[in-house]
């Protein structure tokens, strides 16, 4: 039997904006087997609306997770526990923050885990934050982490705010976490949708947009859902699902929307694939003007 899982991206809560799926991505998002979301920011309210969305779990690994200090990861995680919502990706200090989340389904073990580039937000051994980027030990853990489950899916938040394509730090680590054992990577934390590719037999997505933005003032967020499958025969796909959201109201693009966003990434997505253009295009967008 197949198993399916549906990832996310960033959901940034706000206290004044709620998050609510059509009856259409509702339908596609609960029968996934597994569903992952992303919170980009500490809860302000309870977890009411999270938990109305059913995640098997909740990656808490975000540049702005810390915008509250301890005390907003601390009321996040209880709020979450509350709800019965599991999390992970950030905690009271390092070793909490750098722990996997496992589950089992249809007898695949399965193992998400979170590292985060941007060293305002980090846990250390005695500050609460989300999980830091290690890249000193990153090669060793993703490898221990591989070696007790049977698919490993490794969340890199990073990148450049609004950039569509890696940063060369980005591919560099993206590349080297498939390496060393993931299955499937997904780089979120530009905040747009970017592109992908194939390293070591491993899909990397390079920005799945906004799921959510939380916005009431009418402005759209565009966010791609990435279907995982791993098939009966072990042979693992995936798939993309474009989604829009206006004031809180996420939506599976109509035809034509999903057609000019597919579209778009795939041709950065090629252009990804030619050897030397990550490192010339970044090099074009940090030189002065």
């Not at 899909?203 to 791993?230: F, K, M, P």
Request: net charge negative; with cysteine.
């Amino acid at each position: 039997m197949s198993l399916e899982m549906i990832i996310g991206a960033d959901v940034m809560p706000k206290a004044d904006a709620k998050v609510k799926f059509s009856s259409e991505l509702m339908e596609s998002w609960i029968s996934a087997e597994a569903r992952l979301l992303n919170l980009n920011a500490p809860l302000t309210a309870d977890a009411e609306e999270i938990a109305s969305l059913h995640p098997t779990c909740v990656s808490l690994c975000a540049d702005h997770i810390a915008d509250a200090g301890a005390e907003g990861i601390a009321a996040t995680r209880a709020a979450l526990k509350a709800k019965q919502v599991a999390f992970f990706g950030a905690g009271e200090d390092i070793d909490a923050a750098d722990q996997p989340y496992f589950f089992v389904r249809h007898g695949v073990h399965i193992a998400i885990y979170a590292v985060c580039e941007k060293e305002s937000a980090s846990a250390t051994e005695r500050k609460a934050g989300a999980n830091p980027l290690d890249l000193v030990n990153l090669s060793d853990r993703i490898r221990e982490i591989k070696s007790n489950c049977d698919r490993l899916i490794v969340l890199y938040y990073g990148g450049e705010e609004g950039y569509p394509y890696p940063t060369p730090r980005e591919q560099k680590a993206c590349r080297k976490i498939a390496e060393c054992g993931a299955s499937l990577v997904l780089s979120q934390g530009s905040h747009t949708i970017g592109c992908s590719e194939r390293w070591n037999n491993t899909t990397i997505v390079y920005g799945q947009g906004v799921l959510s933005s939380g916005n009431a003032n009418g402005a759209e967020d565009t966010g791609l859902l990435v279907r995982y499958t791993v098939g009966d025969y072990g042979a693992d796909t995936v798939e993309y699902l474009p989604t829009i959201a206006t004031d809180g109201s996420v939506s599976i693009a109509d035809d034509a929307k999903r057609v000019e966003i597919l579209s778009a990434f795939e041709k950065r997505t090629l252009r990804v694939r030619v050897e030397g253009f990550v490192p010339a295009r970044f090099e074009h967008l940090t030189v002065p003007a």
